[in-house]
């Protein structure tokens, strides 16, 4: 028998196309499953291993939505978050977590993230995030 929850998901992301995602991850089994997971959404999704990469790309192109993962409780992703923030501060960064760590959430939020989530994370997660932050207006190039 079907899933039905993941029929829902695939239809409601066919009808509803999205902007453009960067998608920050350093770990290639969750950049891949996150990567998916946003196509399936309808973004156009463009996706870096590297927080000096997506630096880079952030000077050149506008996106509706920014993923960058926490790589540790030394949160390497924070330059990526002050950057598009600083770029366009209505742009919505979410940030990704395998390690849970108050402080680090804490500073995130304070940054101006829009949401902070445990990896590895499901597709309904993503949905409500797109839903609720992804920024639908012709900033994005």
Known sequence: MPDVRNQRFAQQARSKPRGKVLLVEDDPQDLHHCYELLQKQ?????????HE?????????????????QGSCAFEGRCVLERAIEIDRHTPVLV????????CYLEAMQLGAVDYLMKPVSPEQIARVLETHMCRDNRTD
């Not at 990469?53 to 993962?69: N, Q, Y």
């Not at 990704?96 to 402080?103: A, G, P, V, Y």
């Open 42 to 50: 309808g973004c156009e999704v463009v996706a870096c291993r590297s």
């Open 96 to 103: 990704l977590t395998r390690c849970l760590e108050m402080n």
């Open 53 to 69: 990469e997506a630096l880079k790309i952030l000077e050149v192109s506008r996106f509706g939505l920014v993923v960058v993962c």
